[in-house]
């Protein structure tokens, strides 16, 4: 375009030499004749400068238009109407950054959600001003001309490890865990558009509640601790017998929970090769009490304490007939923590009543990083909600998914140039463990039974609860620190100022804080996410 208005104006300047020849021949007012040369010399040379800025300023607005209609299209990549949607989209925003022109048209937007990218092209109608005046003089010079300008978005050159951390617990059941599930979903739309099967984007599922679930596949794993090694192994047993020992006993296949680990390294991604970097299978003790009965106020007793290859209890006589038959009996029970300890009693005895071993563990299993988009959709739609919340454990496990350490190593290593790890987590509620009026002092969960003293001093519900906050916010920092991005996600938290404030606190800025009041918001709050981690780039 600018080479074809210099050659117009050469084409002017030959019209320009033939008028001096003429001049040159005629001797008559020579100083007159050389001023009106000089005169419109002048008025050419500043016609020229002055409507080729103008020109030269309207493809550069017209560019930036178009750049930025571009990149507001490319957030519907993911959508179902990917090309409907994107079009109108496109045009929108290209005229309302056009308003200063009139004669501007968005033309052949190609959208292909297949390789993730997005291209436009523009017309606009230009006429000259101030060549006008020298119109006489240079034939063709102010002609109308065309001002057309192009542009092409695709999704950026680095990779992307994504942790979906969502909330399962039973809070969340009905129409919010299928909320959830559509969320969940659409945020996958415009993260795999262009790139789903490929190594750029992979993506993990870490569904939470009471505890996680890290799948009862790795029963065999090098970092499960199946041998004993961790201090937390045998702390609610009489007997060294193995949490494995103790199901086979039963019959019964582990769930595929784990306890968190002691000593500070529940809030860290720390390797586990051994001793308490391990991690403990959940096993909940039967409490004491006969099979089914909760009369000595304890909530998950299955079995009874005297089954198995123990000894069964004595029974006394407490009064005789007049023949010196005995009429009722007492049985003789040995103290509540020794019934509950001791592991002969689980010894080929059927489960007669309440949760059993797998209490608390609720929620479907980790789906680690996968590149498969109809993978990562299965397990988003396998989640169901159930059981109490404990927002840390979510989080520290969807660190360690992102981890290249064990246990799951799909992570690519934290120094890897152009990589993101992004950890989106999303809860309805507070930390929540109960407490309980026996010796346990608690329910047992993914932190044992309270009375050990992993859960703070403070033996009651707000104590433990305060505790997991302090440990919610450490696990936060410790994520952050060693290069995660946090985006946090409030859901039906408005009268939760604590939690909500947690929230706010372990998002990586408030850049990254999302509040959704009800489902509608929810989804677009994930729909969001989804075109923010998305990184569009201008290729042309």
């Not at 079009?87 to 968005?106: F, H, V």
Request: with cysteine.
């Amino acid at each position: 375009m600018g080479l074809n208005f210099l050659f117009d104006i050469g084409r002017g300047g030959r019209v320009c030499r033939a008028q001096l020849h003429a001049f040159a021949g005629d001797r008559r007012g020579v100083t007159s004749i050389f001023f009106g040369i000089m005169i419109i010399a002048i008025l050419f040379v500043a016609a020229v400068a002055i409507d080729y800025s103008r020109l030269v300023t309207e493809r550069v607005r017209d560019q930036r238009a178009l750049d930025a209609a571009m990149l507001a299209a490319s957030t519907q990549l993911g959508a179902d109407d990917a090309a409907t949607v994107g079009e109108k989209m496109a045009k929108a925003y290209y005229a309302a950054n056009r308003t200063q022109s009139t004669n501007s048209t968005l033309a052949n937007v190609v959208i292909d959600p297949e390789d993730g990218s997005i291209s436009a092209k523009t017309a606009t109608d230009w006429k000259a001003s101030l060549l006008r005046a020298v119109e006489g003089y240079f034939p063709g010079i102010s002609q109308d001309r065309q001002v057309s300008v192009k542009a092409k978005v695709n999704r950026g050159n680095g990779t992307t490890e994504i942790a979906l951390v969502l909330d399962n617990s039973g809070s969340m059941s009905g129409t919010y865990i299928s909320d959830l599930k559509t969320a969940a979903k659409d945020l996958l739309k415009p993260v795999f558009a262009g790139v789903e099967g490929s190594e750029r984007v992979k993506v993990g599922v870490i569904p939470f509640a009471a505890a996680v679930n890290v799948g009862s596949l790795y029963q065999g794993a090098s970092w499960i601790d199946s041998g004993g090694a961790s201090a937390i192994h045998y702390e609610n047993f009489s007997e060294n017998r193995t949490r494995f020992q103790l199901f086979n006993d039963l019959n019964i296949a582990w769930g595929g929970c784990v306890e968190a680990r002691p000593g500070g390294l529940d809030v860290t991604d720390d390797p586990a090769i051994g001793g308490d970097s391990l991690f403990v299978p959940m096993f909940a003790p039967d409490e004491p009490g006969d099979a089914g009965s909760n009369n000595l106020g304890y909530s998950n007793s299955y079995i009874d304490d005297d089954g198995g290859t123990c000894t069964p209890y004595e029974k006394v006589c407490l009064n005789y007939s007049r023949r010196g038959k005995c009429t009722s009996w007492e049985t003789i029970r040995i103290p509540n923590e020794d019934a509950q300890a001791r592991t002969c009693k689980y010894a080929n005895q059927p489960i007669v009543s309440g949760t059993g071993p797998n209490a608390m563990c609720t929620t479907q299993a980790i789906l680690p990083l996968n590149s498969m988009k109809s993978s990562i959709e299965l397990a988003i739609d396998s989640m169901q909600a159930s059981g109490n919340t404990n927002i840390k454990e979510g989080l520290a496990w969807g660190w360690r998914v992102l981890s290249p350490e064990p246990p799951f190593d799909e992570g690519r290593e934290y120094s890897s140039e152009a990589n993101s790890k992004i950890l989106i987590l999303m809860t309805d509620g507070e930390n929540y463990y109960n407490d309980e009026n026996n010796h346990n002092l608690s329910i047992y969960a993914s932190h044992g039974f309270a009375s050990k003293g992993r859960l703070g001093t403070t033996h009651t519900r707000a104590g433990y609860n305060a505790h997991l906050n302090e440990a919610t916010r450490q696990a936060c920092a410790n994520a952050k620190a060693a290069g995660i991005t946090i985006y946090t996600v409030a859901f039906r938290l408005e009268n939760d100022p604590n939690t909500q404030a947690i929230l706010n606190e372990c998002a990586t800025s408030d850049d990254e804080t999302f509040t959704a009041s009800d489902g509608g918001m929810l989804i677009q709050a994930f729909r969001n996410i989804g075109n923010s981690i998305t990184a569009m780039r201008l290729s042309e």
